[in-house]
T-cell receptor, first 115, second 113 residues
Framework: DVKVTQSSRYLVKRTGEKVFLECVQD?????MFWYRQDPGLGLRLIYF???????EKGDIPEGYSVSREKKERFSLILESASTNQTSMYLC??????????????FGDGTRLSIL | GNSVTQMEGPVTLSEEAFLTINCTYT??????LFWYVQYPGEGLQLLLK?????DKGSNKGFEATYRKETTSFHLEKGSVQVSDSAVYFC????????????FGSGTQLTVLP
């Protein structure tokens, strides 16, 4: 089974801090994703990476950056945390395949609170 | 653009009732369609998928059929259990950008004993 591991289940930080959320997958997947999940809004894509050192902006990249130095690890960075970034953050990975039918596999999420 | 519209929740059913959660989509081309489930305190798990028109995805008693003519992918189960209580998300993979998924807003299901 695919295992996607997020480093923290719960995290509390202060406004203005630099915050790192880490995600590791063990299936040699090329593609990795960061989403945030908010009530009534579903999942919104922040950034994704289709291979090592590659990154692309998703739908809501403002206030975030990412790093993918190794294939198995994808980090989300909040450069200067703000209260509107309080949310559940979900990491996912996916194998590259023909067509669009490869599913994404998700971690358990990090619930981040910015005070 | 691409979008997914899901039935508003929450949905509350008694055990052994029939479940339908509606999902319709807007997309250019031929997306793949997915249902994901999120149990309390966990991440999303793939429940089922369909990759072309008239395909039926099925898993754990849940089914959904890819209907291109009505741009729908409704989730059904004949007899729900308390353990099915979760949030269900419909999603499509974006044609031309196969790596990305567009999600609906999710439907909370509660099954009472």
């Amino acid at each position: 089974d695919v295992k996607v591991t997020q480093s923290s289940r719960y995290l509390v930080k202060r406004t203005g801090e630099k915050v790192f959320l880490e995600c590791v997958q063990d299936m040699d997947h090329e593609n990795m994703f960061w989403y945030r999940q908010d009530p009534g809004l579903g999942l919104r894509l922040i950034y994704f990476s289709y291979d090592v050192k590659m990154k692309e902006k998703g739908d809501i990249p403002e206030g975030y950056s990412v790093s993918r130095e190794k294939k198995e690890r994808f980090s989300l960075i909040l450069e200067s945390a703000s209260t509107n970034q309080t949310s559940m953050y979900l990491c996912a990975s996916r194998m590259t395949g023909t067509g669009s039918n490869q599913p994404q596999h998700f971690g358990d999420g990090t619930r981040l609170s910015i005070l | 653009g691409n979008s997914v519209t899901q039935m508003e929740g929450p949905v509350t059913l008694s055990e052994e009732a029939f479940l339908t959660i509606n999902c319709t989509y807007t997309a250019t081309g031929y997306p793949s369609l997915f249902w994901y489930v999120q149990y309390p305190g966990e991440g999303l798990q793939l429940l089922l998928k369909a990759t072309k028109a008239d395909d039926k995805g099925s898993n754990k008693g849940f089914e959904a059929t890819y209907r291109k003519e009505t741009t729908s992918f409704h989730l059904e189960k004949g007899s729900v259990q308390v353990s099915d209580s979760a949030v269900y998300f419909c999603a499509l993979s974006r044609p031309g950008s196969a790596r990305q998924l567009t999600f609906g807003s999710g439907t909370q299901l509660t099954v009472l004993p």
